[in-house]
């Protein structure tokens, strides 16, 4: 029996002479030169599981460097496919665009946010082949819900101004890709959670600082109208339901005196709304549930020194406390630079992080075990942030 490895080892050199034959190949667009999809070997022995088959991960790209690209993770062969979207859609002009800043799959369909392209490229899941793309401005990030897609957009042009205009939440139907609604929301807002009948989204009123946006709006799905804004705290970013259907609001402070924090909203007792029912006094630029935990990173910055401050924790999701302050446990967290992107495999439990290192070349994707130890690492994009799985 031929092993495993020595089978992507065959597999990686033919596809190393496609791509190496495709350099010289004349494509579709006029003077421009389709970028091969580069592979790497994932290290190790990635898990072959009946639910996952691997994952997408979109790299942001520096702004203004129309950089976006996407890659995917194989674990069904064990490769890492760099940069797919270009030698799978050769006739696409500038490629993916500018600055990635989501990724969902839904059905058969993966979204990609592109948010200074101001559209969502729409992507067959299994191919990566594009199928059509969806215009709107200023997109941020991407939910689903009942056979439509809800994309949350600043509305307004990308610059900092205080007079920048309310954002809002644009209703997508998955099957034509047409925009069917929107509602107006709170200043810039980010990232949504649909919990029964109503979505929760996080404005952050980053344009406008210093004067930041504070609340998380409600919207009822069936009207599609935004019923509540809920005060939590300045400059939100972003959402997270639990088991409990709490929801976990992050707040990146004002980076000079009030510092990033962690809410808690659910129903009180006797109440039948949502209100925030805990602050977590830690730092959080992102964060993933799995059971009844929370891993979280901060990259905490801070006008004053010109520094960040970076930390990785578990928190129980049940008591509300902090059970860990590094969820990485042998040590190489001192390898990464910038954190940038964190999921969890929905199977195995493995952890992944990103690092976006100097925000202008490669990034680095790290794999650790449940358990918070090195598994492997393989070379990005510019800017890893999003990942989204892809079920088998």
């Given at each position: ?16 002479l496609l ?30 599981t ?9 790299n ?5 460097s ?17 940069n ?35 559209k ?13 793309q ?53 200043y ?25 946006d ?25 959402v ?24 808690v ?30 891993f ?13 401050t970076?930390s ?19 040590g ?34 790290y ?6 130890k ?19």
């Amino acid at each position: 029996m031929i092993s495993p490895h020595i089978t992507r080892t065959i597999f990686l050199y033919f596809l190393t002479l496609l791509a190496v034959a495709g350099k010289g190949a004349t494509s579709c667009r006029e003077d421009e030169l389709v970028v091969p999809t580069e592979y790497d070997i994932i290290p190790g022995n990635p898990p072959v599981t009946s639910v996952i088959r691997g994952f997408y991960l979109v790299n942001e790209g520096n702004m203004g460097s129309n950089k976006c690209t996407v890659d995917f993770c194989d674990f069904t062969t064990g490769l890492y496919a760099r940069n797919i979207y270009a030698e799978r859609n050769p006739d696409v002009i500038k490629e993916l665009g500018d600055v990635g800043n989501d990724i969902g799959i839904y059905g058969s369909k993966l979204y990609i946010v592109v948010n200074c392209s101001h559209k969502v490229e729409v992507l067959d899941a299994r191919s990566g082949i594009r199928i059509g793309q969806v215009d709107i401005p200023n997109c941020r990030y991407v939910r689903f819900y009942r056979g439509k897609a809800y994309v949350s957009s600043y509305v307004g042009p990308v610059l900092i101004d205080p007079d920048a205009p309310k954002g809002a939440i644009f209703e997508v139907d998955t099957a034509s890709l047409a925009v069917t609604r929107r509602v107006s929301v709170g200043y810039q807002p980010e990232e949504m959670e649909i919990v029964g009948d109503y979505m929760y989204v996080a404005n952050s009123g980053g344009y406008r600082a210093p004067a930041y946006d504070n609340t998380v709006s409600v919207i009822q799905m069936i009207d599609f109208k935004q019923v509540e804004q809920i005060p939590v705290g300045i400059n939100l970013h972003r959402v997270k339901q639990d088991r409990y259907r709490q929801l976990w609001v992050s707040s990146r402070g004002d980076y000079n005196t009030r510092p990033s924090r962690l809410y808690v909203l659910g129903r009180k007792p006797g109440y039948n709304r949502y209100a925030v029912t805990d602050t977590i006094p830690v730092a959080c630029s992102n964060m993933a549930v799995r059971g009844d935990s929370l891993f979280y990173y901060a990259t905490e910055w801070n006008d004053y020194t010109s520094s960040n401050t970076i930390s990785y924790g578990i928190i129980d999701i049940r008591s509300k406390q902090v059970v860990s302050t590094n969820f990485i446990t042998d040590g190489t967290e001192r390898e990464i630079t910038i954190p940038y992107g964190i999921a969890i495999h929905p199977e195995t439990g493995d952890i992944f992080v990103t690092d976006a290192r100097n925000y202008v070349s490669s990034g680095t994707l790290y794999c650790f075990s449940p358990d918070g130890k090195k598994k492997w690492s393989v070379r990005t994009g510019d800017i890893p942030a999003h990942i989204a799985f892809l079920p088998e």
